[in-house]
C-alpha cells in the first residue's frame, strides 16, 4: 500500500487489508513515496478513523518506498496516479510494473481512480477515504 507520506491512506489501508487476510499467509505493508515522515506514526486522525473499525495501527511507522519493495511484495497498490508515477519511475522490468495498481481499480465502479489525500480534509475526509480503501481490500482479500 503506497501513498506519498505513509500517515494517511496507505497506513489505513495496510491495517484495513490486514484485518481481512490471514497473517500467517500474507505480509502487508505500506509506504510512502515521500521521506518527509520516515519513523512517524500514522496522522491521529488516520488512527482514530481505524480504531472506530477496531483496526488499531498506531503501531505503525512510516517509511520510504524503495526498489526492494518490488522484490519483496507480489501486489503494490498506490491510492492516486501521482504516487503510481513515482513508483514506476523506480520500477527496472515489466514484471516490476505489472505488480503496481490504483486500488480503486479493484472497485468494479470506476467513477474515480484516485483516493483523495485527507491530510488538509476534515476527520469526515478520513472517514470517506475509509469506506473507499474497505471496499477495495474487500475485493483483493476475496481475490488473493
Not at 8 to 22: F, H, Q, T, V
Not at 79 to 92: F, G, I, P, R, W
Not at 112 to 123: G, H, I, L, R, W
Request: glycine share 4%; aromatic share 8%; with cysteine.
Amino acid at each position: 500500500m503506497v501513498c506519498l507520506g505513509n500517515i494517511c491512506r496507505s497506513p489505513m489501508a495496510e491495517g484495513i487489508l490486514k484485518s481481512k487476510l490471514d497473517d500467517t499467509i500474507f505480509f502487508v505493508d505500506s509506504a510512502g513515496t515521500g521521506s518527509w515522515h520516515v519513523g512517524n506514526k500514522p496522522d491521529v486522525r488516520s488512527i482514530a478513523v481505524t480504531k472506530a473499525h477496531q483496526i488499531d495501527i498506531s503501531n505503525q511507522r512510516a517509511r520510504q518506498f524503495s526498489y526492494q519493495d518490488f522484490k519483496n511484495f507480489d501486489h503494490i497498490f498506490v491510492m492516486d496516479q501521482s504516487n503510481k508515477k513515482n513508483v514506476l519511475t523506480l520500477a527496472k522490468t515489466q514484471e516490476d510494473q505489472n505488480k503496481v495498481h490504483l486500488i480503486l481499480e479493484e472497485l468494479s465502479t470506476k467513477s474515480t481512480m484516485d483516493v483523495p489525500d485527507p491530510y488538509y480534509d476534515t476527520e469526515l475526509g478520513f472517514e470517506i477515504v475509509y469506506e473507499m480503501l474497505n471496499k477495495a481490500c474487500d475485493c483483493i482479500a476475496k481475490r488473493i
